[in-house]
């Protein structure tokens, strides 16, 4: 089956760290440039960053920049994620993605969600 | 970053209603505007690409229509499933941007 099973979230403090997993099956990861979106009920549906298929080239969005940074290793099929420094707003569920293609550029996968809540 | 203002934010319909959703962007996305719905609990899921393409898979009850900044998600005879919360998302640029959703529900 195609899909995609992110893992590792939890409670954190602020100022904490947490590392988010994601784990690919049923294609081959290194084809697909990633992403990384996360929700709040208050938002709605944020962009938190990309990679590339071969992970030589990341762009994280501005209000998680220097913070989160986005990995891959495509021997194991896996995205990652670090969290570092989080804050309350911080707080959401976190959904990996995949893109279909450079073309068409739209996220045609998505996982089922991995839950961040930042509180002391 | 690319502003995408969705219209209505809300909408009653009954089944087998025809409900039209726009999305306006803040500058031209050219035709790289996508529609998701997401159901309570589930992950958004991918029904039109590049403005107008169908994905694999999605019913023909829904399409889309538009280019440059003003865009349509049209649902005809609506269905039970179809009681979702809408988004559209620019993936001309980054960082991608995502409207801020049209919750269709039951009238």
């Known amino acids: 089956e195609v899909q995609l099973v992110e893992s590792g979230g939890g409670v954190v403090q602020p100022g904490g760290s947490l590392r988010l997993s994601c784990a690919a099956s049923?294609?081959?990861?290194?084809?697909?440039?990633m992403h990384w979106v996360r929700q709040t009920p208050g938002k709605g549906l944020v962009w938190v960053g990309r990679i590339n298929a071969d992970g030589s080239d990341t762009f994280h969005a501005g209000s998680v920049m220097g913070r989160f940074t986005i990995s891959r290793d495509n021997t194991k099929n896996t995205l990652s994620i670090q969290l570092n420094s989080l804050r309350a707003e911080d707080t959401a569920v976190y959904y990996c993605?995949?893109?279909?293609?450079?073309?068409?550029?739209?996220?045609?996968?998505w996982g089922q969600g991995t839950m961040v809540t930042v509180s002391a | 970053d690319i502003q995408l203002t969705q219209s209505p934010s809300s909408l009653s319909a009954v089944v087998g209603d025809r409900i039209t959703i726009t999305c306006r962007a803040s500058?031209?996305?050219?035709?790289?505007l996508n529609w998701y719905h997401q159901r309570p609990g589930k992950a958004p899921k991918l029904l039109i690409y590049r403005a107008s393409t169908l994905q694999s898979g999605v019913s023909s009850r829904f399409s889309g229509s538009g280019s440059g900044t003003d865009f349509t998600l049209t649902i005809n005879s609506l269905q039970p499933e179809d009681f979702a919360t809408y988004y559209c998302q620019q993936s001309y640029t980054n960082p991608r941007t995502f409207g801020q959703g049209t919750m269709v529900e039951v009238e």
């Open positions: 993605l995949r893109a279909t293609d450079p073309v068409n550029r739209a996220f045609d996968l």
């Open positions: 500058q031209t996305i050219e035709n790289y």
């Open positions: 049923g294609f081959t990861l290194s084809r697909y440039w």
